[in-house]
Each structure stands twice: as C-alpha cells, then as structure tokens.
C-alpha cells in the first residue's frame, strides 16, 4: 500500500510530466472510482482545466486546477501511467491532456477521486477529517495527549488514525515505535511525555529520510523510465528477521490485522 513517502515520490514525478497541461477530456470506465460529485458533474466540471500544481495532504494527491482540487487517493493498489494508445488492464480514469494520456490503473478498485471547489477543498470531506501533518508545528506533546487520553487500544493501532496524525502506515508505524523504543502493544494512553516526544521527533525522521529515497514502494507510479523506491534497504524491523540493535530475533505478530515487526528486549 502506498504511504506518505510513496505518495510525495508520485506527486514529483507526475509534477515533471503534467504540469501546465490541460484536461481536454476524461474518460471513467469504472464509475465507483468518483467517490464526489456524480461521474456526470466529475465529467463536465473538469473538462478545460489546467493542472496548475500537485500537493499532497495526509496520502491524498491533490491536483490544483483553475477552479477545482481533484483529489486522489490510491489506497492499495492505485497507479498513474502516462501512455497514450489502447485501455490498459485494470485502466478505470482516463485523462486526456494536450499532448499525453494520463491513466488511472487499480487493480484492487478500491482508490477514490474527489472533484471539489478550490476554496471549500479544506473544510469539506474527506481533508476536514485528516488529523496533523507530521512536520506540523501544532503536533506537539500536549496534543498527543489531548487525544490519547481514552485511548486504550494499542499505540501500533492509533498511531495509523489518519484523524490524529495524518500519513502514518503500517511500516512505518513499526519503524517509528522500534526508534522510539516502544512495545507496540502499550496502551496509547499510558505513554509518558518523553514517548510522546520520541514519537513526534521520530516520526519526522523516518518519514523525511523515506521521502529523500522515494519510499519503499515502486508500484504507485510507472513510467518507462521507472520510479525506484530506496527505503526498503533501509527499514530496521518492518520484514526483517533480526533486531539491528541486540541481535535478538524480532517478534512477527498481528495487532488489530495488521503485521507488526517489533523488538521484545529493545521495546519494552
Ligand atoms: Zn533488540
């Protein structure tokens, strides 16, 4: 699944290929993918406008047109493929531009695009529910507690809520915790300042280097040059068999369905 590195890795690379261009048309074989307005508005709004910028926010691509954000969320299998010619398996968005094609490609079917106006994109949903960005400067202690406070789920567990802090996955979530030298299944609301503090410093750190060798996947985007994450060298726990900091064989559990690689002597 695409997680923030992934998504700011395709958000650059589309940035060299479909800035400037204009929507002439766009072609939906597969309705569901347009999560808002109906395929019909969707279609008639976005024709004639140009994609001024690409931004991101939590793991939404957010495509800056003349009048409108399209929005898109890849979810787990969703993809960008720039090539003109005949549908492409698992095609469900076509994107005709000025000069090129751009295709939407999910094989799961599970990725949304929303089509919303420029002024409202923030307050309406889904952006108005994503919690802080990690380099936030209101991510602070005192707001991890603020909402931690009657969590008793694990930590592994609330730091994916997108609605606390926004951009978190499942591997790094194992990479910021192992950092952090926290057990995955400490109640959120038992951590003490100093974790709350590794958490936040830790989650930047892991996310910046991440972004810096372009994430961990290299499915989210194709082109015929190719998009080749570099992170997967260097995760320390998420898939591997040995703990980098004592040598000790890393636990492999499954908290709330989601795989969890973690260290029982390092994260206590
Ligand atoms: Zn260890």
Partial sequence: MPELPEVETVKETLKKEVLKRTINDVIVYYDNIIAYPSVLEFKKNIKGQTINDIERRGKFLMFKLDDYYLLSHLRMEGRYYIKNGEKLKHEHVRFI?????????????????????????????????????????????????????NKKLPIKTVLLDQSIITGIGNIYDDEVLFLSKINPYKK??????????????????????AIKLGGTTIRSYESSEGVHGLFQNELLVHGKDICPNCGSILEKEHINGRGTYYCKKCQK
Avoid: H, Q
Wanted: glycine content about 2%; proline content about 4%; overall charge positive.
């Fill in 188 to 209: 959120a609301c038992d951590l003490r300042d100093s974790d709350l503090n590794n958490i936040i410093n830790n989650t930047k750190i892991v996310l910046e280097k």
């Fill in 97 to 149: 531009l000025n000069d090129k094609e751009l295709r939407y490609i999910d094989t799961r079917k599970f990725g949304r695009m929303y089509l919303l106006p420029i002024k409202d994109v923030f307050n309406l949903k889904p952006l108005n529910e994503l919690g802080l960005e990690p380099w936030d400067s209101n991510l602070t202690i005192d707001y991890l507690k603020n909402k931690y406070k």
